[in-house]
């Protein structure tokens, strides 16, 4: 997971967090959810849950945990390529020194 992703899926469950104890919902089409439950990355989603329904006291819809899976699966993406430009950056930017 690249920086960029991790840090969009750390702003979407402290943007879920508070959205849930404000009271206010999201919707995820039910064949989208469907698609997403067969998903691993669903799974991850649901344990990741789990921790944060403990540590905040508040239940997660299942939308919620939806949402959070699109994060997971976007963010899984192309890692070989991030990883290679980083290293290349970073020979790049020692060289220069």
């Known amino acids: 997971m690249s920086d960029e992703s991790y840090s969009a ?6 943007l879920a967090i508070k959205r849930i104890q404000l009271g206010k919902g999201i919707h995820i089409s039910s064949n989208e ?6 998903s691993d990355e669903f799974s991850v989603a649901s344990t990741m849950v789990k921790i944060l329904e403990e540590r905040f006291k ?3 819809p299942i939308d919620e945990i939806g ?3 699109l ?6 993406g192309n890692n070989k390529e991030v990883e290679i430009r980083k290293d290349e950056n970073w020979v790049q ?3 220069a020194s």
Do not use: E, M, P, W
Not at 33 to 38: A, E, H, M, S
Not at 71 to 76: A, I, R
């Open 9 to 14: 899926l750390v702003l979407h469950i402290a």
């Open 33 to 38: 959810l469907d698609i997403l439950k067969r």
């Open 58 to 60: 508040i239940a997660f």
């Open 67 to 69: 949402y959070i899976t």
């Open 71 to 76: 994060h997971l699966l976007s963010g899984k």
């Open 93 to 95: 930017i020692q060289t």
